[in-house]
């Protein structure tokens, strides 16, 4: 007879995700600068073409501000020795690589 395996007993995994505080800060600030919100609700209401014009509008009226908000989360991601992912923000599908 073959020998008998022992049932190994399993840990269970654990469902636990993590994000990173300067990833996810970056991504908000993002966010609100851009006026995602504000193109998000538009568009839901069926007016696509206002949405995007939204988003454009504020981007380029505000790419100062973005610029500074990626080059301070480089700038952290450096600090916190997490840069060997090269990504500066990620929310959802959404992310920016540098």
């Known amino acids: 007879m073959a020998p008998r395996r022992n049932n190994r007993s399993r840990t269970r995994k654990s ?3 993590l994000i990173s505080a300067i990833e996810g800060g970056a991504a908000l600030s993002l966010l609100s600068s851009t006026g ?8 839901l209401k069926g007016d ?4 995007v014009n939204t988003l ?29 992912v090269g990504r500066l923000a990620k929310l959802g599908p959404i992310a920016v690589k540098l």
């Open 48 to 51: 696509i073409v206002a949405g």
């Open 15 to 17: 469902k636990v995700f």
């Open 36 to 43: 995602a919100a504000e193109a998000v609700q538009q568009a």
């Open 56 to 84: 454009t509008t504020n981007i380029k009226a505000r790419k100062s501000i973005i610029l500074g908000t990626l080059g301070a989360a480089a700038v952290g991601k450096f600090a916190a020795k997490s840069f060997s």
